[in-house]
């Protein structure tokens, strides 16, 4: 069987990332091929698909979220994620298991959920929902008016599991602000969820935008567990191999898989890149210097450069008297070709992030940490 290197790993994965060069596509097509972008905060976001895309606007984007074609809902590892609205309603059913796990294992909420008839909490939040759209915090008081011994919060956050419910604009919607509002995700969309996707063909498009894959990459990157059978009902339709550990690859006969040597350009990340999330084993693109940097495994994550198709850098991003700053954080020197390379980058980054605002970037001392950043709060 052959052997993919940790090399030829990431040049495929970075190509099915769309992240080997700028893609001709439209952001909802970007969108629907990636499976989704993580999207828990409300504009960072969209530097993932500036990253990818050779023509991308804010304003085309969020034109998405308020024309109801593409939302935020919680989807893989019960996270909020930016997917096509037809995505939303064949996903959601499929992966509805994680966001069921995460409710009742959830030391806060689950202990509040016990006793209940959860099907009557989901009901009777569906019946306010459907009134209007509402706060997790309003919809949380009115339902605590029913079960009054119980935590507001925990009403709340079940709703946001068991119901299939989204993140309405302007939460989202570049340059507007705006509170956490849900409303359910077939009136939004006017549609019922949709039965006819499978975990199969889920699983395959997982492997068209992240693979070669092993099982617990998969699991890892939708929260599902017992994938093996999956992959192995599969198996006769995809190509396998071993990488560099002896761990089983899977793939799609025809997905791209570069040559290793192939160049990769430098990239800006933004914190929550499902490149970052999506599998088991990140060797692939991450680097011992970014390991070293000691980030807190369930902190913040930081904003992240790409050399060479891996980890070299985070950067941050800050406006103060009319002038935008990009300041990048290497893990180890700069050649003078990568300095040059991220200035070209990150003046593109600039123009998409603050287009009227005067530009400067810096380039801190090697392994120096400064990650605060307002924009991302």
């Keep these: 069987m052959q052997i993919l290197t940790r090399r030829a790993l990431n040049r495929a994965t970075l190509d099915r990332q769309l992240l080997l060069r700028r893609a001709d596509l439209t952001p909802l097509q970007a969108i629907d091929h990636l499976v989704g972008l993580q999207a828990q905060t409300p504009h960072t976001w969209y530097v993932g698909l500036w990253s990818r895309l050779a023509a991308c606007r ?10 109801r074609r593409a939302v935020r809902i919680a989807l893989m590892r019960s996270t909020i994620h930016l997917v096509g609205t037809a995505d939303a309603l064949a996903l959601r059913p499929l992966v509805q298991p994680v966001l069921d796990r995460d409710l009742f294992a959830n030391h806060t909420h689950g202990r509040a959920m016990r006793g209940l008839d959860t099907g009557q909490v989901v009901a009777a939040g569906r019946e306010l929902l459907d009134e209007r759209p509402r706060t997790p915090g309003e919809l949380g008081r009115l339902l605590a008016q029913r079960w009054p011994d119980r935590n507001p919060a925990s009403l709340a956050y079940a709703v946001r599991n068991l119901l299939p419910v989204v993140q309405t604009p302007p939460r989202g919607v570049w340059g ?7 409303a359910p995700l077939e009136s939004w969309a006017g549609a019922p969820l949709r039965a006819d996707h499978t975990i199969d063909q889920m699983v395959l498009r997982y492997l068209a935008a992240f693979g070669p894959a092993t099982v617990r990459d998969v699991q890892t990157w939708c929260g599902l567990t017992r994938l093996a059978e999956v992959l192995d009902r599969l198996r006769p339709r995809l190509a396998t191999f071993r990488d560099e550990n002896g761990a089983e690859l899977f793939d799609l006969p025809d997905a791209p898989r570069p040559d290793p040597q192939v160049s990769a350009p430098a990239r800006f990340l933004y914190d929550f890149d499902n490149l970052l999330l999506s599998h088991h084993d990140r060797s692939r693109v991450i680097t011992d210097g970014l390991r070293r940097q000691n980030f807190k495994p369930h902190g913040p994550v930081p904003r992240l450069v790409l050399l060479d198709g891996f980890t070299a850098a985070t950067w941050t991003f800050g406006t103060a008297h009319d002038t935008a700053t990009l300041t990048v954080h290497p893990f180890a020197p700069l050649s003078a070709r990568d300095r040059d390379a991220l200035t070209v980058e990150g003046g593109g980054l600039l123009d998409f992030l603050a287009a009227k605002a005067s530009h400067e970037i ?16």
Excluded: K
């Excluded at 804010?58 to 024309?67: G, I, R, S």
């Excluded at 810096?362 to 709060?377: I, L």
């Design 58 to 67: 804010p304003e085309d984007v969020a034109a998405l979220l308020t024309q």
């Design 176 to 182: 507007a602000g705006g509170r956490t509002v849900h």
């Design 362 to 377: 810096r380039f801190t001392a090697p392994g120096h940490r400064d990650h605060s950043d307002p924009s991302s709060r």
